[in-house]
């Protein structure tokens, strides 16, 4: 009787110490998880950040923020949360600081976020956004190549671009994070993919990298913000202004 009784004891204390070591491996792992993404987003514990929002380009009101692009800031703000950090929502045309002093997330083109245009025209100077001739549809021209969108009127279901963006002005600074898309589905697109992939991103560029991503937003209209693929590195074109074309000269 005895010995049941402390095989039965034993097995209860085995099973208890093998809980609690599970438990503790779990928690380190989601520590050491936290902690990258804390580091690649420049989030410690405790630390502010600024999301600058943008408008509504087809508004007439200059506060108005299309719906899709609430969706995005959410997301952002539920990442602001995890890391143990708070959020500061600003205005793109109220912001009056240099980078570095915190983390920043900039939402939507520089036609629609005064922000986006200042950080465009200072880092990425080989980033454009052109109009179509109907004046509509921006074009997302990056070096010598352009992404336009496509409706899906057409058998392939349209598509559309976002430019992602990880800047850092001096290595020991907090990082600002461009979402530059053609549509609010396509910034919507462009947040999840920063989001879902900072580790890789990480491996590819490290922690304190800089980098200029081309995403395609595949039939929009059907699946929205879900069907995304990487279609062009575009970090080398991104940060340096495109040369001038040579100067033509007429025989006399």
């Avoid at 004891?9 to 779990?26: F, T």
């Avoid at 900039?106 to 100077?125: F, K, Y």
């Avoid at 057409?154 to 549509?183: C, E």
Wanted: one cysteine or more; hydrophobic letters at 40%.
């Amino acid at each position: 009787m005895a010995d049941n009784v402390l095989n039965v004891v034993l097995g209860l204390v085995a099973s208890a110490i093998s809980a609690g070591l599970g438990w503790l491996a779990q928690t380190l792992r989601r520590r050491r998880r936290v902690e990258r993404v804390r580091r690649f987003f420049g989030l410690p514990t405790g630390s502010d950040c600024l999301i600058v929002v943008n408008r509504q380009p087809a508004s007439t009101n200059a506060k108005s923020v299309s719906r899709t692009d609430v969706y995005a800031l959410m997301e952002l703000a539920a990442l602001v949360k995890e890391c143990g950090s708070r959020a500061e929502l600003v205005a793109h045309d109220e912001v009056r600081q240099g980078l570095g002093s915190k983390a920043e997330f900039c939402i939507g083109g520089p036609a629609s976020n005064e922000r986006t245009a200042a950080h465009l025209a200072s880092w990425l100077p080989g980033v454009a956004h052109l109009p179509t001739p109907d004046s509509v549809v921006p074009i997302l021209t990056i070096g010598s190549a352009e992404y336009p969108y496509v409706s899906g009127s057409g058998s392939s279901g349209g598509h559309s671009f976002a430019l992602i963006a990880r800047l850092q002005s001096a290595p020991d600074s907090r990082p600002a994070f461009l979402v530059s898309g053609l549509t609010a589905t396509a910034n919507q697109a462009g947040v999840r993919y920063l989001v879902a992939h900072h580790r890789e991103l990480a491996r590819k560029y490290g922690q304190d990298g800089t980098f200029a991503l081309v995403l395609r937003v595949v039939n929009p209209e059907a699946y929205g913000p879900d069907m995304v693929e990487l279609a062009a590195d575009v970090t080398t074109e991104a940060l340096h202004r495109p040369s001038a074309p040579a100067a033509t000269t007429t025989a006399a």
